[in-house]
């Protein structure tokens, strides 16, 4: 449910723009004067404004429509940058060493002088905080000199967006730019990591529990708080399709419009030879087509849980929470 405090305009014109220096500098001008604009990643498109600008980040949430207990991930150029607004400890700078910049996000305790808007971590006492990999994301942050918050580029638990025609399915009219730079690499969102206490996975995403050094919870799921939202992506019913979802489908019912993968034969595909990376970068394009043909409901074939499998099965499980 959306804050009703919030509010933004429908009639906007959105222009999309193909990557490049151009892009970037009418991306930086919109963000300097306190707007929002869609930018891809490595992982998704997210939606970035100016994390130290209150207003700024305010106009995410509305033009989402997203939940304000619902943090923010920062994005930062540099482990220096990164330093400035969080704690680090030993475990945090180990996996920042490893994994940065690329598609891991960390959860740390956020400095008293950083600067942060509140809106970005919801009143908790962490930040989640990532050094992307994707040149536009790279470019804009060096543009713009300040941190970025940038959720994904999608209505509030819509199906997030990997291709610039996905952000326009749910934003357009509510956002001034979209920065389009082509398919995103990983196809879903980064893996949270929290290390306070423990090192543990919040999100699952495409570095692995096996990458961490780390294994699954109990049933092979991370573990969540019910009610209690920590990081980004924690909801139960996140990612979703308007359609209903129905998963581990080894045939399509009557009306449904069959998602692949492997052996099992679908209107899509993820992956033809089972390769589970290629299935993630291909998940949320093929939600989108299935959420917009002309059958009444959708159903995915079943995914092994080893590897990345884990994001993707977590993903449609939010997906198809209801």
């Avoid at 001008?29 to 929002?36: E, L, M």
């Avoid at 490893?98 to 809106?119: E, Y």
């Avoid at 357009?172 to 543990?200: C, H, K, M, Q, W």
């Avoid at 495409?206 to 049933?219: D, K, N, R, V, W």
Wanted: hydrophobic share 45%; proline share 7%.
């Amino acid at each position: 449910m959306a804050d009703p405090n919030l509010s933004v305009e429908t009639d906007i014109d959105t222009c999309v723009v193909p990557y490049g220096a151009a892009a970037i500098a009418e991306a930086a001008r919109v963000i300097a004067g306190g707007g929002c604009v869609a930018v891809p990643t490595e992982t998704v498109y997210g939606l970035a404004a100016d994390a130290t600008n209150a207003r700024a980040v305010a106009g995410i949430y509305a033009a989402k429509g997203r939940p304000s207990f619902n943090p923010l991930i920062v994005h930062v150029p540099d482990l220096a940058a990164a330093e400035a607004l969080a704690v680090f400890d030993a475990d945090a700078r180990a996996l920042a060493a490893a994994f940065w910049p690329g598609p891991l996000t960390l959860v740390l305790p956020v400095r008293a002088d950083s600067g942060l808007a509140s809106l970005v971590t919801a009143g908790l006492d962490t930040v989640a905080i990532r050094v992307p990999a994707h040149r536009a994301m790279r470019a804009l942050l060096a543009a713009c000199g300040v941190p970025l918050a940038a959720p994904s580029a999608n209505a509030s638990n819509a199906i997030s967006p990997t291709r610039a025609a996905h952000v326009l399915a749910t934003l357009n009219g509510r956002i001034p730019l979209v920065i389009d730079d082509g398919a995103t690499e990983a196809g879903v969102e980064s893996t949270i990591v929290a290390t306070t206490g423990d090192v543990r996975i919040l999100r699952e995403g495409p570095i692995t529990h096996e990458q961490l050094g780390l294994f699954p919870h109990e049933g092979g799921e991370t573990a969540t708080v019910p009610g209690k939202v920590t990081a980004p992506g924690q909801l139960a019913s996140h990612y979703a399709p308007n359609k209903r979802l129905r998963l581990n489908a080894t045939e399509a019912e009557q009306g449904e419009w069959l998602i692949g993968f492997g052996e099992i034969e679908g209107d899509a595909t993820l992956s033809v030879i089972g390769d589970l990376t290629e299935a993630a970068a291909n998940l949320f394009d093929a939600l989108h087509r299935a959420d917009t043909s002309d059958r009444e409901t959708i159903s995915v074939a079943p995914i092994p849980a080893t590897g990345i499998g884990a994001a993707i099965n977590d993903r449609l499980a939010r997906a198809a929470y209801r």
